[in-house]
């Protein structure tokens, strides 16, 4: 599975993206990623520990992100006033 196309993050192994937190190697299809409803679960970390491959301090770092990115307020896009283009 590909990164979502809005990418706010991105650390070495993990992703904040528009779909939540991914993680960049493709050869993993998607199967660790986390959707922006889950962040704020606990234990996000703790089935993937014992494997190999899992950086630890990425994820934590890609966690606090996307929990700081859902408490901010969403943007709205506003038309131009006045006819502008």
């Known amino acids: ?4 196309r809005d990418i706010f993050w991105l650390g070495c192994q ?5 779909l939540g937190i991914q993680a960049v190697d493709r050869k993993l ?5 986390i959707e922006t409803s889950r962040i ?5 970390a703790g089935p993937m520990l014992g494997l190999a491959w ?3 301090d990425d994820f934590t770092e890609a966690l606090a992100v996307a929990r700081r990115r859902a408490r901010e307020p969403t943007i709205t ?3 131009r006033t006045g ?3």
């Open 83 to 85: 006819g502008e283009r």
């Open 1 to 4: 599975m590909t990164l979502h």
């Open 77 to 79: 896009f506003h038309s």
């Open 29 to 33: 299809e998607g199967q660790f990623d």
């Open 54 to 56: 899992f950086d630890a």
């Open 14 to 18: 993990w992703a904040v993206t528009g």
């Open 40 to 44: 704020w679960e606990d234990d996000l």
